[in-house]
């Protein structure tokens, strides 16, 4: 469904990504785990667009990408859980969710998709009047997978989703992943929670300093010895 | 009949609450433009100054019918604001943040300054040797309790408050309004969601310039306009959102009014020369007292 | 190695320059004297300009109050404060001394206000100082003479020669300051600045000491120029102190000429004047001058956001 060739990003004389080629088929959840700083967030938003490569392409469902803007990326079907959640603080978790199908056309009906995101999580539909900005963390970050499921993605990917969240909270949170990957949905998940990145993943793929280092099954790299003693501290 | 002191303090209050609402629709624009482009346009003023000139050319010169005339100004008005927009707004748009803010006050304000220098110039030469752009409006007067209240500025009041609940309704109800809510509350936010900023930007300057430029003409109607009445007016929008926050429709409305009364206040206690001073004295006074501004977050 | 050699021609230039301007009154006539004479008067606002626009990145569109303020005070201690015009040459100089210090004390107190703000809104806050001080100004008659403006006595007319002089002199200094700023602490902090705030402060930069030291710094040179400016025309008003050009010219002689580099403002101000002087004299068009001027102004924002000087540099190195 995604195919990354021989990507490079260079932020002015900072090359963050060098020569990084991966893949993630249809119905599958894809992992990247690595260090901070090493390039995860880079490689999420070159393929939505946002950051642009000095090398390489990026293929979507068969059809080259680099030349469409963020927009046009979405409404082919990419939705991306930004890294720290980006939600509209003073906006109401219903208006947040509708804004998420923006894609979608004038006709569309967005009730079924709203419907489908509160069974998903139940208490945003309990706080669906209140701001955004005044919610938990664990319920922004659920406000924020909310808000780009709305936009009915092909493919969904997902920016450190963990990231400062209580335990059990994000046990939560991959329950749901895993029930997403379940119906079908095709996912690429950026981790430093890598314990329970592979657990979930089909494949993975380590990036370090900007380049790929590693790559395999989940359950084979949670068993890798190099994985091990660097990442899970076992 | 009211005693006279009673009707001065009316007509003071009238008048600084209609301008007031007069402003806060002006800065709004202004506001809004800001919050989703990030381009702080110093040709704001020069709009309304535009329309009003514009209103006065096709009405007091050249005679134009009431309806065809103002249909002519709403086709004039959309197409300045669509080629303001894609000249000058457009190119900036890719650039890093603080480059967007240094070139759009670079380019809007060498826009601003050839506007005046080109409108004065050519007025004068062509139209009448003395620019200023008035269009007289005498709407009747209204007396109630005793008080006699002017048409023209309740009309203006009465335009103003409409004017801001549309706007409340645009952000409210829209999808467009949500769109900009949401592409000044997180820039990349609203990006990641699929909202095209080229188009938001359009409609916004579309609206913009065409609630700009009839705000010129109400302003008009009550007192002159000048070829060089635009950038002090970029000044006084200016005022309004630092003291009512970048974005805030309530604020631009409480700034309005706080800087049309006090201007109003002003006018009749030390005369109009110190109208200038009292907005330029609030401006600095809110940076240091509150430079988040009095009733928003303002983002440096 | 090519530094050092870009350096000493860099040197030798200047050095020529200086010369040939030096010896300029002995060879030319008075109005080309005269031209230049208000050309080196832009010039030096534009180089102290850059101070704030060039080392910190911050826009000053108000860099014209100093200008205007400094021309004010002087005049006004000259016309109220009688003795001072019984002590001869040395009754000006004082009062120069007081309004350049009155300056620097404006520009200190007015860093509260402006530093609270950044980018564009700082920008606009800059011009609204300027246009405050307009407004004073005009409606402060009893003081400042209104809309009439104030008059020195002949004698005290500063003429073409020594003005032209000191005028050399004062530039020579303001790119002197900002040559020594650059390689200064105070100057590697604002640029420290410019990059990121955050990092500066986090590598223990005082943000707010910094800031208002450059613009303490700024308003010296434009405080003495605007001096220089007023004894030399004799008679002050605020279109000729305060008007939109003073705060302009700056802006568009730095920025055109390449913004934050020691020359550039130079170049840009030799650029600007002498488009000025031909638009005044020699090309007769029926547009009004400061529509031209908003007319390079976009330009500048839209298509040379760097300046010309760094576009040269950057295709030679």
């Excluded at chain 1, 720290?84 to 894609?103: C, H, K």
């Excluded at chain 2, 209609?18 to 989703?36: C, I, K, Q, R, V």
């Excluded at chain 2, 601003?112 to 009747?140: H, K």
């Excluded at chain 3, 305060?242 to 568009?252: R, Y």
Aim: proline fraction near 5%.
């Amino acid at each position: 469904m995604l195919d990354v060739r021989g990507v490079s990003v260079r932020y002015g004389d900072l090359q963050a990504l060098w020569d990084v080629t991966f893949a993630v088929r249809a119905g599958e959840l894809v992992a990247i785990i690595g260090p901070n700083g090493a390039g995860k967030t880079t490689i999420l938003k070159t393929i939505l667009g946002l950051v642009r490569p000095a090398a390489g392409s990026i293929d979507f469902r068969g059809a080259p990408l680099t030349r469409y803007p963020p927009y046009d990326r979405v409404a082919r079907g990419i939705a991306l859980v930004p890294e720290g959640r980006r939600i509209f603080p003073n906006m109401s978790v219903r208006d947040t969710l509708e804004l998420g199908a923006y894609t979608a056309g004038r006709r569309a009906d967005l009730r079924p998709r709203v419907e489908r995101v509160y069974d998903l999580f139940p208490v945003l539909a309990s706080r669906q009047r209140q701001a955004a900005g005044t919610l938990s963390g664990g319920e922004q970050q659920m406000l924020a997978i909310g808000r780009a499921l709305m936009a009915d993605p092909a493919l969904l990917m997902l920016d450190e989703p963990s990231l400062g969240l209580a335990p059990v909270v994000i046990d939560h949170l991959y329950d749901r992943l895993g029930e997403l990957k379940g119906r079908g949905l095709t996912i690429l998940l950026v981790e430093q929670y890598v314990a329970g990145a592979l657990e979930l993943a089909d494949r993975a793929y380590v990036l370090e300093t900007g380049r790929i280092v590693r790559e395999g099954a989940g359950h084979e790299l949670l068993a890798d010895d190099y994985i091990q003693k660097t990442y899970l501290a076992l | 009949m009211a005693p006279p002191a009673v009707q001065t303090v009316v007509e003071l209050l009238l008048g600084g609450v209609s301008l007031g609402g007069l402003y806060g629709m002006m800065a709004f624009a202004f506001s809004l433009a800001l919050a989703t482009t990030r381009i702080l346009n110093v040709a704001h003023g020069g709009f309304l100054v535009l329309g009003a000139a514009l209103a006065m050319l096709f009405f007091r010169f050249l005679h134009l019918h009431f309806l065809l005339g103002t249909l002519l100004l709403l086709a004039i008005f959309l197409l300045v604001g669509l080629l303001f927009e894609g000249a000058f707004v457009r190119p900036l748009m890719g650039r890093p943040p603080h480059a967007v803010l240094v070139g759009s006050i670079l380019v809007t304000f060498g826009f601003a300054l050839a506007l005046e220098a080109f409108l004065g110039f050519y007025w004068a030469d062509l139209v009448d040797p003395q620019p200023s752009f008035t269009i007289p409006f005498p709407a009747p007067t209204l007396q109630v309790f005793g008080l006699t209240l002017s048409g023209t500025r309740l009309t203006i009041l009465a335009i103003a408050m409409l004017t801001a609940g549309l706007f409340h309704l645009l952000l409210t109800r829209t999808k467009m309004g949500k769109a900009a809510r949401a592409m000044s509350e997180d820039h990349e936010g609203a990006l990641i969601i699929g909202i095209n900023p080229r188009r938001l930007s359009i409609r916004i300057y579309l609206v913009g310039v065409v609630v700009t430029a009839f705000s010129g003409i109400l302003y008009s109607t009550t007192a002159p306009l000048e070829p060089y009445s635009g950038l002090p007016l970029t000044m006084i929008a200016l005022t309004i959102i630092v003291i009512g926050g970048v974005g805030s429709l309530p604020g631009a409305l409480l700034g309005g009014v706080l800087v049309g009364t006090a201007e109003v206040l002003t006018t009749f206690l030390a005369g109009g020369a110190w109208a200038p001073v009292v907005y330029l004295l609030v401006f600095f006074l809110v940076l240091v007292v509150r430079p988040e501004g009095l009733f928003g977050v303002r983002e440096a | 190695m090519r530094r050092w050699a870009a350096g000493g021609l860099q040197g030798l230039a200047v050095a020529a320059g200086a010369g040939l301007l030096l010896a300029l009154p002995q060879v030319a006539t008075r109005d080309i004297v005269t031209a230049v004479f208000f050309a080196l008067i832009f010039i030096t606002l534009a180089v102290s300009y850059d101070i704030l626009g060039g080392f910190l990145g911050y826009l000053n569109l108000g860099q014209g109050a100093f200008f205007g303020l400094a021309g004010y005070v002087l005049f006004i201690l000259i016309v109220k404060v009688a003795f001072l015009q019984h002590l001869g040459p040395a009754g000006p100089a004082l009062a120069v001394l007081a309004a350049v210090a009155f300056t620097a004390l404006f520009a200190r107190l007015a860093a509260y206000p402006l530093f609270q703000l950044r980018g564009a809104y700082f920008a606009m806050a800059t011009f609204g100082l300027m246009l405050l001080l307009g407004h004073l100004i005009t409606n402060l008659g009893g003081l400042t003479g209104g809309a009439y403006g104030l008059y020195i006595p002949t004698e005290l007319y500063l003429p073409l020669r020594p003005a032209y002089t000191l005028a050399l002199l004062l530039t020579g200094l303001s790119v002197a300051l900002n040559a020594l700023l650059a390689r200064s602490r105070l100057g590697m902090g604002l640029q420290a600045i410019r990059q990121s705030e955050l990092a500066a402060a986090a590598i223990g930069i005082d943000l707010f000491r910094y800031k208002s030291r450059a613009l303490v710094l700024s308003s010296l040179p434009s405080a003495l120029a605007g001096c220089l400016f007023a004894l030399y025309s004799g008679y002050i008003d605020v279109q000729n102190m305060l008007g939109a050009e003073k705060t302009l010219f700056p802006v568009i002689m730095a920025m055109l000429g390449g913004s934050g580099t020691v020359f550039g403002p130079v170049l840009g101000g030799v650029i600007v004047r002498a488009i000025d002087v031909s638009l005044k004299n020699y090309l007769v068009l029926p547009v009004p001058a400061l529509g031209i001027y908003g007319l390079i102004l976009m330009c500048i924002g839209l298509f040379m956001p760097q300046g010309i000087l760094p576009f040269f540099l950057r295709r030679r190195l």
